[in-house]
């Protein structure tokens, strides 16, 4: 089965569930910013795993990943970034405006 024909992920009580899905079903959840962040990962932590013979960190970085993309799906896009937004006002105290670009919000933040 290729992954394209591979099932997407499975639908949970609060939309897709992405327990088992694939790096590429994962980047398709992704918003555009993020997905260019999960891209320069995931080639780092292959690379980094090609050079050590080890998984452990791809596995950890893709449940990492997996985690954003079913809040990303169960949310949406611009409910996703809004998250971000609150949460650096909250951290800040200072109100971010809303057509602040997403890394510069999770900068704020330390991410």
Do not use: C
Request: proline share 8%; glycine share 6%.
């Amino acid at each position: 089965m290729t992954a394209a024909a591979a099932p997407g992920p499975r639908q949970g009580r609060t939309g897709p569930s992405f327990a088992d899905a694939s790096p590429a079903e994962v980047r398709a959840a992704l918003i555009p910013e993020e997905a260019t962040e999960f891209d320069q990962q995931w080639r780092d932590v292959m690379a980094r795993a090609t050079e050590r013979l080890d998984l452990a960190e791809v596995f950890a970085t893709l449940d990492s990943w997996r985690r954003v993309a079913r809040l990303t799906a169960a949310d949406g896009a611009e409910a996703h970034r809004a998250m971000y937004r609150r949460a650096a006002e909250r951290l800040t105290g200072n109100p971010i405006p809303a057509d602040e670009p997403l890394p510069q919000t999770k900068a704020r933040l330390g991410l």
